[in-house]
């Protein structure tokens, strides 16, 4: 089996999805009885294009803003400001009504698999409400056919159509989130943290079955994910964000191979290697401290407080991003120097 | 029977009384750990790993029971009274969790949680305690201890509330330190910053640590010896050039395929081991592996494999072994 | 991962393997209620009174109503047939202890059900849609609690007369109250769920989200708070009775029972003694089989 390891062509595809400046504030009531809301920059201007077929990884800390991206993306959570085109028009804003149409295209998948489904309901149903609510012509058997056929898909006992969630282990939960995500056919699935709550030896069988799907039926992925090494295996393209800022946005072989970002450079080598020899020999960038409070984000850079190179000039100017290569980008006055 | 270990387990098994009936979380486990070594016990969730220590600190659930052996030194400690464990745990064994917040008063300050332990058990005066506390919080890198020595936990960021909890845990200079997954809830730069510090502090206190995790990258940056469980057994010890480089047990060998690696680009399908965890309720007949095990036989079905000693520490539960 | 051969047989089993039943949630609750001797106790209890409340007719050769002139306020007697004794009106105890039942049960459920359906749908809707929604109906929950519910009673009563379905709207009106804030409250949590979550980027109603999704999810809590509220009903109704403003004659309740009862207490304590212990079984078992629930649904607790 061959596997897609670049993105698929841009140049013969529009993009499926554009987001230009997209942003996420969220007011914090103020200290005081009078005090004026402050707003928590969740996402802070965020552009990036997305073709049919690729997977875009989003990776970064917890508190980065990458989970309530994806959600902004899916207009699950309004964004305060820029725009997000699905298939050439913007979503931002528009009216629920016209919303509902496009939601058969755009999916998600979440962390914790159990969470994710309503334990009062059986699989069969779970898996069932998104053709109930987007393709009620479809008769009961004709759609309790379809569920069999996606569950056996997800590699799941289409007998097991009757259970409940609770009875079973977190790998298969998620495979029943999948076939719920995927049973509409969808263009776009938001994936937020899809493995990270499961077992080692399950993760793989998660990602391959995800690789399995894409190709199929020609999915995007948003795979948001803090596991750097998950997201070399499945990704195309990653952004790397911190602070609700885009820190770099690279193809995989660039950004694994050629760091620009200091960000990108030290968490990449803060992952810990699988093989005693390289991982108590390799170079390490360490970063110092603790994520800043978004409520009050360091000034020009937001990263300069933990960057081991900052200058005077990362608490002036917020850097632009530069573009180096055809397939990076990067927020980072020295990348050059550094 | 004197030895240089510091920690003897033998035969530890561990049941769990639930109304669907017995649970074996832990069965029939034996190791040691020797001064100063770290020893890492990798599992998937309910193989046992976490179990294990539960029982020998004395902090199973209510439903749970444990026999068999458990010596610290030369003294038994297993089923303990609590009274009589209270002088073990916590200050010559201390261990640390996933979520610290779990072991943290929310409504004491950190200073009052600290010097508590120093004054019961070590006779010190508050201000002496008070003292020491801030002295060891600023040895595990929490920028400006005396401060912030008096501040609720809550006003601590994840990473910096593990900190305290270690340097809680080393406040009586204990013997044995268990981490029960220290950095799982913590990003990959912190838990960076938290493996170097486990690092440094045993080089400079000589702590025999326990690591217990799922995550082998963990292992292969700080672990001296690795045992691997699986449905509540141990299925392999070594070395961690033994696990790492010549793994014997098949299920070692696929969750050390199955590890994404930072370091190498995959061209292929990612290698998983197939089918789920097993269930300890409904564990099968013979090995626990064997509906994962892409090297069954027949016999693997019918009798379960002892685990098989090669000497130095290294054994294995496999009748692959027998075969050669 | 899996070859080939592998999806095909599972495509095959799919046509051929029966489906196999799940163990709900409630399936597993209903047999942790039924383990629990109190609550199974209680239930048999409790469904023995409904009955004999049911068929009171039958039990008695007397009817709730009929004066026998020749035993007035005696003792309990098993030869002439008034084995609770008869009041001072010369009314049989015993058939009017179970027309009380019938009253204060009749009572407890249904002011009980009025305050479910009301509060629940009131309830998750303003946690449902927070913000404003449920600032504004919160507030209005507020007013109401505020308002002393012993002089909303007694307005009910005299603008419209006594009458026995103004106590029924009376008790519902102020249970809901309660339900409501616990829904509330058991909404807002759910409200992040991730399944919720899903249900909204699937493009589920907002309706349906209520009452697919919310609802079913908080009934554990509403059904151990409805088990608990019908012994309060129940005790309410008592209250109001005692003080003269609940069921009319010759009609009766527990509590009304209870007040005559209380009123002669040295001379006939059966009167007092009878209705008493009815009340106080019933109010146990409710309480026990509140228990129970509370154990079953929630093990976690435990």
Redesign the interface.
Known sequence: MTVMTTAPDKRDNAPILSVRDLKVHFPIPGKGLFAKDRPLKAVDGVDFDLYPGETLGVVGESGCGKSTLGRAILQLIAPSGGQVAWLGKNIVGIPHRDMQPLRRDLQIIFQDPLASLNPRMTIGEIIAEPLVTHKPELGKDEIKTRVKRMMARVGLLPQMINRYPHEFSGGQCQRIGIARAMILEPKLIVCDEPVSALDVSIQAQIVNLLQELQREFDLSLIFISHDLSIVRHICHRIMVLYLGNVMELADRDSIYANPKHPYTKALISAVPIPDPEIERNKERIVLTGDLPSPLSPPSGCVFRTRCPFAQEKCATDVPTIDRVSETQEVACHFHNSI | MTTNHILTVENLSTRFQT?DGEVEAVNNVNFHIDPGETLGVVG??GSGKTQIFLSLMGLLAKNGTSTGSVRYKDKEILNLRPRELNKIRGVSMSMIFQDPMTSLNPYLKISRQMTEVLVEHRGMSEAEALKRAIAMLDRVGI?GAAQRVHMYPHEF????RQRVMIAMALLCDPEVLIADEPTTAL???????I??LLRDLQTDFNTATVMIT????????LCDRVMVMYGGRVVETGT??DI?YDSHHPYTE???K??????R??????????G??P?LQNLPTGCAYQE?CGYVMDRCCQERPLLKDFGDGRASACFREDGQ | MMNKSEKTALLQSASAAKEIEGRSLWRDARIRLFRNKAAVGSMIILGIITLLAIIAPLLSPYAYDQIDWGYIQEGPNWENGHIFGTDGNGRDLFIRVLYGARVSLAVGLLATAVSLIIGVTYGAIAGYFGGKIDSIMMRFVDVLYSLPFMFFVIMLMVVFGRNIFLIFVALGAVEWLTMARIVRGQTLSLRRREFIEAAHATGVSNFKIIFRHVIPNVLGPVIVYMTLTIPQVILTESFLSFLGLGVQEPLTSWGVLISEGAKVIEASTWMLIYPAVFLALTLFCFNFIGDGLRDALDPKDR
């Open positions: 109304p998937e969730s920028p960021s994840g990473g910096m990003d990959v730069t912190v838990q960076a910053q493996l170097d799922h995550d082998l990258g963990v292992v292969a940056g961690v050039r790492f696929g969750l050390l199955s590890m994404p690696r930072i370091d680009a995959n061209e292929d399908n990612m290698f998983a081991i197939p789920q965890p269930n994962r």
